[in-house]
């Protein structure tokens, strides 16, 4: 007993550590990419400040920036993108509030700080006008959310791994992804998205050692769905995974789930006059004219390739490959599997399948936590495969692993691989620079 108490306060400790390091390294990195998520603390300071989540208060600045990212419902001015992110920070934006006015009246020149660190990092210059302390809100929040995330993928590593591979693991995550390079960069749908389902991946295997918590799996999934769509995916497998392999914890999972789900479609019956926002309509995806290039280019495209931007991951996809005949339908591979798989097809599906002006592969962002949960599984095999195959692993994987580094790293703290997207032309209107691997994205 004494012995277990050790190892799980060691285990929090070590986990405690995880986490500041990857906070502190994410929200030092210089580069903010705030587009999409210009307006996600504006609607959490509409909830606190006058219990809506419009943006009509803020008319004079979204005329500023040409009605970017908006969208009008009758005569009201919401966010373009779902609520889940917004509503998740608000506890955070109203410490950001309350901080405000006594910073501002100790550090005078602080928003003036921000502007010009945003321009030593190569911000281009019309932007730097926009640049504000809701940057800086932004960039905190989204940091602390993804940190959030490799410490429980760090939990997840060290219940199949031993402490040194747990690290590794949670390394990959934290710093050879988009996590590092897209997700923590602004307070979008993708950090928090990835946070609930890195959740769910940990509620998921702890339910074989304490039987009965699968079924508060619900409670991330539900947010996940708030946060973005394509969080159906998930919801449909591990809904059946839990009805086929744990039947019991169902209806108990199925109602923990409906008071987030009354809530959801409750606000917008009363904003929208509808069960889902626009944002949530099939018709944004399913366009087969590009569906075969967007398989590929999803996977190993030089601006957007998940392989290409995280070829770490391949050993992920090498035990899928090598464990192909021996999945079972009593396991939480198999779902996890059917998830990214059904994700890949999804986002390939969409017009934009790009992403738009991003870096890498941001559309595969959200589903990391299964990614590596792969990525575990291959060390965890590893382990049991002495000999000559091990040390040349070990040899692919470490230069792998160092590729994956210098690519996110370049997108943490070098501007000019996101202005890749504007030139020498718009990446929307030249998609054909998807494929130029005479301009590569992040060696520019």
């Known amino acids: 007993m004494a012995n277990r108490l050790a190892k799980e306060k060691s285990t929090l400790v070590i986990g405690l550590a995880v986490f ?3 906070f502190l390294v994410y929200v030092t990195s210089p580069v903010i990419t705030s587009h999409d998520s210009r307006w996600s603390v ?9 219990g809506n989540t419009d943006l009509n208060e803020y008319e004079d600045l979204v005329r500023a920036i040409n009605y970017n990212s908006v969208e009008y419902v009758g005569e009201d001015i919401y966010s373009l993108f779902p609520i889940g992110t917004s509503a998740l920070a608000v506890p955070f934006v109203a410490v950001a509030d309350a901080l405000f006015e006594p910073l501002m009246a100790a550090f005078p020149n602080l928003e003036r700080w921000l502007v010009n660190r945003m ?3 190569g911000v281009f210059i019309d932007d730097l ?11 905190i929040i989204a940091s602390f959310f993804c940190a959030v995330a490799a410490l429980f993928i760090f939990l997840v590593a060290n219940a199949r791994l031993g402490l040194s591979q747990a690290l590794l693991v949670v390394f990959v995550f934290a710093f050879c992804t988009s996590m590092w390079s897209t997700s923590s960069r602004s307070l979008w749908q993708h950090g928090p998205s990835a946070l609930m389902l890195s959740i ?8 074989e050692k304490a039987a ?3 079924k508060y799996a619900a409670i991330p999934l539900a947010l996940a769905f708030i946060i973005r769509p394509t969080n159906a995916i998930p919801i449909v497998f591990i809904t059946l995974f839990i009805a086929l392999n744990h039947r019991r914890q169902l209806v108990p999972f199925l109602l923990i789930a409906l008071p987030l789900a009354a809530v959801f479609f409750a606000y917008n019956l009363h904003v929208y006059g509808s069960w889902l926002q626009p944002y949530y309509t099939p018709g944004r995806a399913f366009s087969p004219e590009s569906f075969a290039q967007a398989l ?20 992920g996809a090498l035990w899928i490959w090598n464990n192909r005949n021996s999945l079972s339908p009593n396991r939480p591979e198999v779902y996890l599997l059917a998830i990214v798989l059904s994700h890949w097809l999804l986002i390939s599906s969409f017009p934009h399948w790009w992403a738009g002006h ?8 959200d589903k990391l936590p299964f990614f590596i949960f792969f990525f575990v599984l291959f060390l965890q095999d590893l382990r049991n495969r002495p000999g000559m195959k091990v040390t040349l692993v070990r040899a692919l994987l470490i230069p792998l692993l160092a590729v994956s580094f210098f690519i996110h790293a370049k997108g943490a703290y070098h501007w000019p691989v996101h202005k890749w997207n504007i030139t020498p032309t718009n990446i929307d209107h030249h998609p054909e620079r998807l494929w130029d691997w005479q301009d590569v994205q992040f060696l520019r």
């Open 358 to 365: 991003s870096y890498g592969p941001r559309f595969f962002a």
């Open 129 to 139: 006008e926009l640049i504000n302390l809701h940057h800086a809100v932004e960039l």
């Open 296 to 315: 590929a280019g999803n996977l190993i495209s030089p601006a957007r390739g998940l392989l290409v931007y995280s070829p770490v991951l391949i050993f």
């Open 42 to 50: 504006h609607t959490s300071l509409s909830i606190i400040k006058e």
């Open 20 to 22: 500041l390091v990857t």
């Open 119 to 121: 321009a030593k990092a």
């Open 200 to 207: 769910v991946l940990y509620l998921m295997l702890l339910e």
């Open 212 to 214: 009965g918590v699968i």
